[in-house]
């Protein structure tokens, strides 16, 4: 069973930064490599959206709202995925949600971030 754990979400200012974190600690250091993560949000009232993405190859993908701003990376002896935030804009506001992707999706739990003065 792969578990994921988020960490690090929180209220910030807009203009702030946060930086999120995503542990697989049950997966092994194999599957956890050859597997793509990454982070997708849900706002209140929208729809889940895809926010970052990273291959097991380190090949990333970001949405076009949060280009130059927000940067994914990841740590395969850790385990770890973590996406970080710069230039919060109060349209940022929403629960992340980590994934592993390998075959089937595993989801974390999410951690709400609020950007608001």
């Known amino acids: 069973q792969v578990q994921l754990v988020e960490s690090g979400g929180g209220l910030v200012q807009p203009g702030g930064s946060l930086r999120l974190s995503c542990a697989a600690p049950r997966a092994s250091g194999t599957f956890f490599s050859i597997s793509a993560v990454g982070w997708y949000r849900q706002a209140p009232g929208k729809q889940r959206e895809l926010v970052a993405t990273?291959?097991?190859?380190?090949?990333?993908n970001c949405a076009d709202s949060v280009k130059g701003r927000f940067t994914i990376s990841r740590d395969n002896a850790k385990k770890t995925v973590d996406l970080q935030m710069n230039s919060l804009k109060s349209e940022d506001t929403a629960v992340y949600y980590c994934?592993?992707?390998?075959?089937?999706?595993?989801w974390g739990k999410g951690t709400l971030v609020t950007v608001s003065s």
């Open positions: 990273i291959t097991s190859g380190g090949s990333t």
């Open positions: 994934y592993l992707r390998l075959g089937i999706d595993y």
